[in-house]
């Protein structure tokens, strides 16, 4: 599967942003999609990721500092994954970017075999 992430830009602490990631291939449904960001000087995290749990159903899971603010969705028509960010602030400024699964759940970014591009989040305070 090819990944193609997009929507990241520079807003205002407190703003919004989507991104879209698009993935190719009439089996993407089938495939775990994570979010991963990294900001410069720090190691890249997973902040949302869409797990597989049987046809058709998926569940959604966060990490810590982005719960509550964040939300992951998939359009499996569209084949595309969507990270909807609210109440942004500074330090979440990095270089998002998808990433996508075969059966693995977890959360290391060696788990996940395809990539997209990143796209760069500039949240200003």
């Known amino acids: 599967v090819q990944l193609q992430a997009s929507g990241g830009g520079l807003v205002q602490a407190g703003g919004s942003l989507t991104l879209s990631c698009v993935g190719s291939g009439r089996t993407f449904s089938t495939y775990n999609v994570g979010w991963f960001r990294q900001a410069p000087g720090k190691e890249r995290e997973l902040v949302a990721r869409?797990?597989?749990?049987?046809?058709?159903?998926?569940?959604?899971y966060y990490t810590a500092s982005v719960k509550g603010r964040f939300t992951i969705s998939r359009d499996n028509a569209k084949n595309t994954v969507y990270l909807l960010m609210n109440s942004l602030k500074s330090e979440d400024t990095a270089v998002y970017s998808c990433?996508?699964?075969?059966?693995?759940?977890?959360?290391?970014?060696?788990?996940?075999?395809?990539w997209g591009q990143g796209t760069l989040v500039t949240v200003s305070s």
């Open positions: 869409v797990v597989r749990t049987g046809p058709g159903t998926y569940e959604a």
């Open positions: 990433a996508a699964a075969v059966g693995y759940t977890g959360t290391s970014s060696g788990g996940y075999g395809y």
